[in-house]
């Protein structure tokens, strides 16, 4: 079975750092565009981070720029996501996600992802 699995969520203090991980099993993710997206109470989905297939591609919301970093070593079936100098409003549930095909490009659309996993909670106190 085909599946993603994020996990690294925690509830910290402005400031601080974490890294999110998105274990991929099923098969091998070293040929799809995979990004990260976060959900906070009472709003929609939104775009945080995505990286190309290749890797060499990284896309980041404007509130994240220079603060989150996303990386997809080819050695490990796995996503990262650095997130330094958390703030309040960084509290969400993130998702990690994977494109349905190998080899398209990274975007910054969710429906442009079809594999996702079930999320990992990240509270952010002032």
């Known amino acids: 079975q085909v599946q993603l699995v994020e996990s690294g969520g925690s509830s910290v203090q402005a400031g601080d750092s974490l890294r999110l991980s998105c274990a991929a099993s099923?098969?091998?993710?070293?040929?799809?565009?995979m990004g990260w997206f976060r959900q906070a109470p009472g709003k929609g989905r939104e775009f945080v981070a995505s990286?190309?297939?290749?890797?060499?591609?990284?896309y980041y919301a404007d509130s994240v720029k220079g603060r989150f970093t996303i990386d997809k070593p080819d050695s490990k079936n796995t996503l990262y996501l650095q997130m330094n100098n958390l703030r309040p409003d960084d509290t969400a549930v993130y998702f990690c996600?994977?494109?349905?095909?190998?080899?398209?490009?990274?975007?910054?659309?969710?429906?442009?992802?079809?594999?996702w996993g079930q999320g990992t909670q990240v509270i952010v106190s002032s």
């Open positions: 996600a994977a494109r349905d095909q190998e080899y398209l490009v990274a975007t910054t659309e969710a429906r442009d992802f079809g594999l």
């Open positions: 099923g098969r091998s993710f070293s040929t799809y565009a």
């Open positions: 990286i190309s297939w290749m890797g060499t591609s990284k």
